[in-house]
């Protein structure tokens, strides 16, 4: 190579790399100010819900209610070893998987808050963190031009509570994101361990194999580059790691591997046929009919990832969603708008038809705004 090639090629690579940054620094910064304007529009509804129609006042124990009430025990003791006295039966904190509140114990060492703040605290954190990812994702795959709408699908989801509640739904959203970027870019071993830790924060985090295998297969036929082999194999057996360790952890703390989902018998949660649940809630007037709207969209959605040839995408949507949908209609909203593939979807959509998405952000807003005064006044039906 001579030296004017060479000095030609590193101009050229270190034009690249900082045009890589520029664009880096923007996603963090746009990502950031989203996340700031989603934190206040929970916050102001949540003062609205104090000042006008007497809930209690705005507090972190307003934001961490029902389940973040469960991590924090996690948080401040650790798991149980005894079910305790629960309102539908003796219960444990077994049902809710550990890679969130190790998150958050971190929080609170480090800060020193107290359990239920630290848990708003990484919640928010994750937003940031979710956002970040999304656009990277969105700017790779859609281009750079969809990115304000991957911002806004995501700062303003209708069930933007959750993100600042002490749920989990940020970290899932984040990891589930995080995972697809790096299996899209053939960086097999980091997709295995973002996999690991999205199996330690849901079960249905394990559910990210079937787009591995299935996206990999698609990588090897079109690069045929056996030197991925070491890597894929290694990836693959990352992802169910943390779901494995969670499952030596219960056995040797409390004896029972599987006590995640037999405890779940104390919600009174069994697991049936899910297209017959979802049948029986569209039957029915009031929010069980929502609730199964809510799942049918998703089913739909995943139809439409098909049309558009993300069937990476589509199977692991279709499949998080009859999973929780085979244990009843509850919840399944937050389920439904807190999926990556799901938002996806949906910025495709919007990227069609700009009109739809601007309609489709005044909803949500609007959703958004009832949701978190329901929230603060305490109604279970936005759990």
Not at 216 to 221: A, L, N
């Amino acid at each position: 190579m001579s030296k004017y090639s060479f000095l030609l090629l590193k101009n050229n690579l270190s034009n690249s790399s900082k045009r890589i940054l520029s664009r880096n620094w923007r996603n963090i910064i746009f990502a950031l100010l989203l996340a700031i304007a989603s934190s206040f529009l929970v916050d102001m509804f949540s003062r609205v819900a104090a000042l006008e129609y007497e809930a209690p006042p705005f507090s972190a124990a307003i934001l961490c209610q029902w389940d973040c009430g469960w991590y924090s025990s996690i948080v401040a003791d650790g798991y149980h070893r005894n079910p305790v006295a629960h309102t539908k039966g003796d219960a444990a904190n077994w049902a809710f998987f550990p890679a969130f509140p190790l998150f958050t114990r971190v929080v609170a060492l480090t800060t020193g808050v107290s359990a239920q703040f630290a848990l708003v605290l990484a919640s928010k954190f994750f937003l940031f963190l979710s956002l970040w990812a999304f656009l990277a994702l969105v700017e790779k795959e859609l281009g750079a031009d969809a990115k304000l709408a991957a911002g806004l699908v995501v700062a303003f989801n209708p069930y933007i509570i959750y993100a600042h509640a002490g749920y989990t739904e940020t970290l899932y959203f984040f990891l589930t994101t995080l995972s697809f970027l790096f299996l899209h870019t053939g960086r097999f071993i980091l997709a295995g361990m973002a996999g690991a830790l999205l199996s330690a924060t849901r079960l249905v985090g394990i559910v990210f194999l079937v787009p591995y295998l299935l996206n990999s297969s698609k990588f090897f036929r079109e690069k045929n580059l056996q030197s991925y082999v070491p890597a894929f194999l290694l990836g693959s057996l990352l992802v169910p790691l943390g779901l494995g360790l969670y499952m030596a952890y219960l056995h040797s703390h409390v004896g029972d591997a599987l006590a995640f989902k037999n405890v779940q018998v104390a919600w009174g949660r069994s697991v049936e046929n899910p297209f017959a649940i979802l049948i029986a809630g569209l039957s029915v007037s009031g929010w069980e009919r929502f609730f199964a709207l809510s799942a049918l969209a998703s089913l739909v959605m995943s139809i439409w990832l098909v049309i558009q040839r993300r069937l990476d995408y589509a199977f692991f949507l279709v499949i998080v969603t009859l999973i929780p949908l085979s244990t009843g209609l509850w919840s399944m909203p937050r389920y439904i708008f807190w999926q990556m593939p799901f938002l996806f979807g949906m910025v495709i959509i919007f990227m069609k038809n700009r009109l739809l998405g601007g309609v489709y952000l005044v909803f949500s807003g609007g959703i958004g705004a009832v949701v978190v005064v329901s929230w603060a006044l305490g109604k279970n039906f936005v759990i």
